[in-house]
């Protein structure tokens, strides 16, 4: 079997737990406060990105430090934040990834 065989079974429920969570994450906006929405998609393209991580993509100059980034909000203390700064930064940090790298084919 080959690394890529291996990981198929765990990449397909990796996927499958990222859908159940954007549409869970859908529904729940409805209801939940208005600043949960921006987290919940930052948390969901952290997950993209740890997951292309683990499928063995090599990190592209700039993607270990905005992983890391995304990590720090996600995973730490709750706290006040101006989420449109935050979100212009990783935006523009990913940016800089896409337009300096090949990380996407053209």
């Known amino acids: 079997m080959t690394a890529g065989e291996a990981d198929g079974p765990r990449t397909g429920e990796e996927l499958l737990l990222l859908s159940a969570y954007l549409l869970s994450s859908g529904r729940g906006l409805l209801e939940e406060p208005r600043e949960y929405g921006?987290?919940?998609?930052?948390d969901a393209a952290?997950?993209?990105?740890s997951l292309r991580a683990d499928l063995g993509h090599?990190?592209?100059p700039?993607?270990?430090e905005l992983r890391s980034r995304?990590?720090?909000?996600m995973c730490g203390a709750?706290?006040?934040r101006e989420l449109d700064v935050l979100l212009d930064d990783l935006c523009d940090r990913l940016a800089s990834v896409l337009e300096g790298t090949d990380a996407v084919s053209a």
């Open 62 to 64: 700039g993607l270990p």
């Open 70 to 73: 995304m990590e720090d909000v």
């Open 38 to 42: 921006p987290l919940r998609c930052l």
């Open 58 to 60: 090599g990190d592209h």
């Open 46 to 49: 952290r997950r993209v990105l």
């Open 78 to 80: 709750m706290a006040d």
